[in-house]
């Protein structure tokens, strides 16, 4: 283990150290490990699919609402269109909150 000076009060401080022990500042950033990077990238996947998901179900729900022929097809329509939606949400919302506190869990400290 190698004594490196401070750059602010030139105290010698471990090259390990993340701060100065004696004036508090920053020497070195801390790095995510490579099981955080991964739970971040997961996150980020995550979201992007999950959006491309909801954005895909709305043009197809909008497609069987306009070919339907009656009412009741109609109504059915918009029926399992609002469930679908409230299903894809609630999916997203649980695997964020899962995969977010993962990703607060892992984060450098």
């Given at each position: 283990?190698?004594?490196i000076?401070?750059?602010?009060?030139?105290?010698?401080v471990?090259d390990?150290?993340?701060?100065?022990?004696?004036?508090?500042?920053?020497?070195r950033?801390p790095?995510?490990s490579?099981f955080?990077?991964l739970i971040?990238?997961?996150?980020?996947?995550f979201?992007?699919?999950?959006?491309l998901?909801?954005?895909?179900y709305?043009?197809?729900?909008?497609?069987?609402?306009s070919?339907s022929a009656?009412?009741?097809?109609?109504?059915?329509?918009?029926?399992?269109?609002?469930l679908?939606?409230?299903i894809?949400?609630f999916?997203?919302?649980?695997?964020?909150?899962?995969?977010g506190?993962?990703?607060l869990?892992?984060r450098?400290k």
């Open positions: 283990m190698a004594m000076q401070c750059p602010e009060c030139s105290n010698e471990s390990q150290a993340m701060t100065c022990s004696k004036c508090g500042i920053q020497l950033k790095t995510r490579f955080g990077k971040k990238f997961l996150f980020i996947a979201n992007v699919v999950m959006a998901w909801l954005f895909s709305f043009g197809s729900v909008g497609d069987s609402y070919g009656s009412d009741a097809e109609a109504v059915g329509t918009a029926i399992g269109g609002s679908g939606t409230g894809l949400l999916l997203w919302a649980v695997g964020d909150l899962i995969l506190l993962f990703v869990f892992t450098p």
